[in-house]
């Protein structure tokens, strides 16, 4: 049996878990369909150890899969809006997906 492998992009935001709202409403405006968030521990340059002990030191990972251009537009938006006063850091991922209509 063949699988029928369709890329798509994962893009993958780490943040402080007060913007966890606002990156899936900023999301769901540019198209993006399904996320993951999960609640993480994190340790950059800027803050430090984030031990997570109350709501304002939480910081969440934010998942989702879908096409190139859609991953482009909620990067930016994010840079752009937040980068400035929140730690953030996004990269992307090349996956195969193989229901592409979910994404």
């Not at 993006?32 to 984030?50: D, F, I, M």
């Not at 251009?69 to 992307?92: C, N, P, Q, R, T």
Request: net charge neutral.
């Amino acid at each position: 049996m063949s699988l029928a492998k369709h890329p798509k992009t994962l893009l993958t935001i780490v943040t402080e878990a007060v913007l966890e709202r606002t990156v899936v409403r900023e999301a769901r405006e540019r198209g993006a369909q399904n996320w993951l968030v999960t609640e993480v521990l994190s340790a950059g340059s800027r803050e430090g150890v984030r031990e997570g002990g109350w709501t304002a030191e939480r910081t969440v990972k934010i998942q989702l899969i879908c096409e190139p251009a859609i991953a482009d537009a909620i990067a930016e938006a994010l840079l752009v809006g937040y980068s400035a006063h929140y730690s953030l850091a996004i990269w992307f991922d090349g996956v195969s997906v193989l229901r592409p209509e979910r994404y």
